[in-house]
Nanobody, 123 residues
């Protein structure tokens, strides 16, 4: 599975962005998917993850109620809708495809990674 993340950019605090992750290969619809981010000077951290069917998802406490993960298996695409953005959301965002079908918050459960897209929240 090859993953291509897009949709990052510069946004003011309180604004919104939608990230997309286009997947190639036939196994997208059989894998759980996740978003992670790496803030400047920090380790990569979990943001959100979703099951194969999209019926269940999990979020980091820092983004609950502001971010929504979703997927379109017909289009082989993963999304992350980000609302009420804060300066602390500034990071490179990565999408990842898991070994299995569930949602996973640990990076150890992910087999494939996209190249990352930069989100900068600043006035």
């Amino acid at each position: 599975v090859q993953l291509q993340a897009s949709g990052g950019g510069l946004v003011q605090p309180g604004g919104s962005l939608r990230l997309s992750c286009a997947a190639s290969g036939r196994s997208f619809s059989s894998r759980g998917m996740g978003w992670f981010r790496q803030p400047p000077g920090k380790e990569r951290e979990f943001v959100a993850a979703i099951t194969v069917s999209g019926s269940a998802a999990d979020y980091a406490d820092s983004v609950k109620g502001r971010f929504t993960i979703s997927r379109d298996n017909a289009k082989n695409t993963l999304y992350l809708q980000m609302n009420s953005l804060k300066p602390e959301d500034t990071a490179v965002y990565y999408c990842a495809a898991a070994y299995g079908p569930s949602w996973y918050s640990s990076q150890d459960y992910y087999a494939y990674w996209g190249q990352g897209t930069l989100v900068t929240v600043s006035s």
